[in-house]
């Protein structure tokens, strides 16, 4: 089917998005992209291979659900002409906004930087981490509010297309339905150029999110019931750290294959690997999908 067949009217099968207006981007940031987390993520060095396929200063690029991470931009940044940074958490976009300000509290992003300059090929010296900063600050045109949620998820004069457009760990933790995330899709394929690429990454097991220091110490809460949708696809409500995650748990991501092509992609590059943090007790399986639009 064409994409506008896959916006269909948007289902009840959603989780409750006011829960993210509380969400702790600080201790998120910690958990996930403080010091040693990002040698534990496998598709890192997948990212740095598809961007080395482009010239510099050549795309146009949109992180959708970029939460408060810049790790996208850090591979991207000599890469991309102009970049936009989009959440639908205000904590998110303000904990990014401060970064570019060069807020002296913001998240300190060097050691990041330094350990993708490496996978690059460079040495990965203080000069090249500043000049990378710099470069992101500099392509990073705005920081703005977006929505999967509603018809138009990104605001006027934001909807592209982009030759590059990101969606990580961002529809598995909306989309409680098969529906719902064929739906999602298609609003992401209207912001992808023709013969552009979408990259998503989505959750193959349980993630693990947190709303704040206090509430970590509630992790041991029950878990809902778990009811099978389709074959790959099983939804739950579930507390975490007192945040109620409702999303869409893949067993792997071959189903999810089959929705990206019935959307005019097609996959070019799929992996699937276990991350495991000991330090937070962190398991995840990871998938990651690159589709290139027909």
Not at 37 to 51: G, R
Not at 150 to 178: A, I, K, R
Not at 273 to 293: A, E, F, Q, R, V
Request: charged share 25%.
């Amino acid at each position: 089917p064409h994409p506008s067949e896959c916006q269909t009217k948007m289902s009840t099968d959603h989780a409750d998005k006011q829960q993210y207006d509380s969400f702790d981007a600080n201790v998120y940031l910690k958990d996930f992209c403080g010091p040693g987390k990002i040698e534990l993520y496998a598709s890192i060095p997948l990212y740095v291979e598809f961007f080395s396929q482009f010239s510099d200063n050549s795309i146009e690029m949109l992180d959708f659900g970029g939460g408060p991470s810049l790790l996208p931009l850090i591979i991207a940044a000599r890469k991309v002409t102009h970049y936009i940074h989009a959440d639908y958490a205000k904590n998110n976009r303000t904990a990014v906004e401060r970064w570019l300000k060069k807020d002296p509290d913001s998240f300190d992003w060097r050691e990041n930087v330094r350990y993708i300059l490496k996978l690059e090929g460079n040495s990965g010296t203080d000069e090249e981490v500043t000049e990378r900063e710099d470069r992101m600050r500099k392509v990073l045109g705005e920081v703005v509010h977006c929505d999967i949620l509603v018809d138009q998820v990104m605001p006027p004069g934001f909807e592209g297309p982009f030759d590059v457009v990101s969606c990580l760990s961002c529809l598995d933790c909306v989309c409680t339905s098969v529906d719902s995330l064929r739906e999602a899709i298609g609003k992401l394929s209207r912001l992808v150029r023709s013969g552009g690429y979408l990259i998503l990454l989505s959750s193959t097991v349980r993630p693990d999110y947190h709303l704040s220091e206090e509430e970590q110490k509630r992790k041991n809460e029950p878990i809902g019931e778990v009811v099978h949708v389709e074959a790959g696809y099983v939804p739950e409500a579930k507390y975490i750290g007192g945040f109620k995650y409702q999303g869409l748990f893949y067993e792997s991501i071959s189903t999810y294959v089959k929705l990206m092509e019935s959307c005019d992609f097609t996959v070019v590059k799929q992996f699937e690997y276990i991350c495991n943090d000991p330090s937070t007790k962190y398991t995840d399986g990871i998938g990651i999908l690159i589709c290139k639009k027909l």
